[in-house]
C-alpha cells in the first residue's frame, strides 16, 4: 500500500493559465474523490469518480474546473483561466466500497498558488 | 441538511494533560461520523469513525470520542497529551447514504511541553 500520491505538490501560476493535477489512487481503490481547502476551513467536496464514471460534478465550483479519469485509475484536475480566488489545497482520496463501512484515504494535496 | 460544527478553533494543553475537542453535529437522519487529522505537510488521516454501533468509539494513537444524540455532539479525547499530537482536527459527517464527507472548520491543537 504505497498511499495516494498527488503530483505536483506545489504550483504557481499567473491568473489566468490553466494548470492540471494529478491524483494516483491506491491501486485497487474503485472510488476517488476531489476536495478543495482554503486557508483556514475543512475541505470541501468537488466530485467523485466510481471506477472511470464520475458520480457527481454539480459540486465542481464552476464551469472552469473539471475533472476525468479515463481509465479507471489515476484521475486528474484542471482549472481553466485561473483566478487568484483558486489559491487553494486540492486534496484526493479514494476508498473501496465493499460492505456498509467504507474509508477514505487521502493524498497529501497540491498547493496551488494563483499571482 | 446535515452538518458539524467544531466549537473551538484552537486548543491549547500542557504535554500529559487531558484533550478535548469538541463537534456537534446536526442531521435529520443516524448520522455517520468521523474524526480525522491534518499534519503539517500530510495527507489526512482518519482517527475513528462512528457508524451507529457502540457509542463509545476508539481510534488511534489514544484517542477516542462518544457520540450523544441527546446533545447531538461527538468530542474527541484523549486522556494525555503527546507533543506529537499538535495538528489541525476534523469533526467529519457523511452526507446521509452517500460517501461525500462534510468537514468541520477545524481545530487547531497546540501541545506545550
Not at chain 1, 46 to 69: G, H, M, P
Request: hydrophobic share 30%; aromatic share 12%; with cysteine.
Amino acid at each position: 500500500d504505497t498511499g495516494v500520491s498527488q503530483d505536483p505538490r506545489h504550483k504557481i501560476t499567473k491568473r489566468g493559465q490553466n494548470v492540471t493535477f494529478r491524483c494516483d489512487p491506491i491501486s485497487e481503490h474503485n472510488r476517488l474523490y476531489w476536495y478543495r481547502q482554503t486557508l483556514g476551513q475543512g475541505p470541501e467536496f468537488l466530485t467523485y469518480f466510481q471506477n472511470e464514471a464520475q458520480l457527481e460534478k454539480s459540486r465542481l465550483l464552476s464551469d472552469r474546473f473539471s475533472a476525468e479519469r479515463p481509465k479507471g485509475s489515476f484521475s486528474t484536475l484542471e482549472i481553466q483561466r485561473t483566478e487568484q480566488g483558486d489559491s487553494a489545497m486540492y486534496l484526493c482520496a479514494s476508498s473501496l466500497t465493499t460492505g456498509a463501512s467504507y474509508r477514505q484515504y487521502f493524498g497529501p494535496g497540491t498547493r496551488l498558488t494563483v499571482t | 441538511a446535515q452538518s458539524v460544527t467544531q466549537l473551538d478553533s484552537h486548543v491549547s494543553v500542557s504535554e500529559g494533560t487531558p484533550v478535548l475537542l469538541r463537534c456537534n453535529y446536526s442531521s435529520s437522519y443516524s448520522p455517520s461520523l468521523f474524526w480525522y487529522v491534518q499534519h503539517p505537510n500530510k495527507g489526512l488521516q482518519l482517527l475513528l469513525k462512528y457508524t451507529s454501533a457502540a457509542t463509545l468509539v476508539k481510534g488511534i494513537n489514544g484517542f477516542e470520542a462518544e457520540f450523544k444524540k441527546s446533545e447531538t455532539s461527538f468530542h474527541l479525547t484523549k486522556p494525555s497529551a503527546h507533543m506529537s499530537d499538535a495538528a489541525e482536527y476534523f469533526c467529519v459527517v457523511a452526507l446521509y447514504n452517500t460517501d461525500k464527507l462534510i468537514f468541520g472548520t477545524g481545530t487547531r491543537l497546540q501541545v506545550f511541553p
